[in-house]
């Protein structure tokens, strides 16, 4: 479970959990079969041993590159929650961004042709939080997921001005530092969870 599924606000659930599009793979993919094809035909045509090398070398390089490329993939996520946006990237140093439902103003769609017949493309989320616009790349079934956005973006705004009960922010704090005494959040969990909340007042 991902580490930021700790941090979910108290009746705040999970609506689309996703990777980039397999295409992120297409590139380093085709590289390794065209790696493989030439290191097999120089075998087969028994051609000279430094050459066989340096095709071996490039199939090396090319299956690094996937499995770098995998690792980004399965290090990356675009979820989108009852309550906000949130997009987390990297292996060593992680970046993440959040929107709020709330504060989300448009979400422009972007495909170029061969992305429409691969049903995959970028979203654009302008915002009126400090950054304004932030652009999302590699999505699956990218206006599938633009109309989600913006349904949860009316349900959100529906029960925002339809109850006036919930946590209140201060009551929320001592929720989440209880977790943090508790273990099972982090200190940096608990400090950027803290930095999200206080935002908010």
Partial sequence: MASWRKLLNPGEEVVLDLRPHWRFFLRPGFALLAAVAGFVAGAVADLPEWVQ?????LTLGALFWVIGRYVRWATTSFVVTTDRLIHRSGVLGRRGTEIRLE??????L???LVERLLRSGDL???????RGRQSFADIAKPSLVQSEIHRQIEANG???????????????????DDLRRRGVVTQEEFDAKKATLLDRL
């Fill in 110 to 112: 972007h495909q170029s």
């Fill in 53 to 57: 090398v340096a095709l071996a070398a």
């Fill in 103 to 108: 504060n989300v103003q448009t979400v422009f």
């Fill in 158 to 176: 529906r029960r925002t001005s339809g109850s006036g009960g919930g946590s209140s922010i201060p009551q929320q704090l001592q929720q989440l």
């Fill in 124 to 130: 654009v989320i302008e915002s009126g939080g400090e």
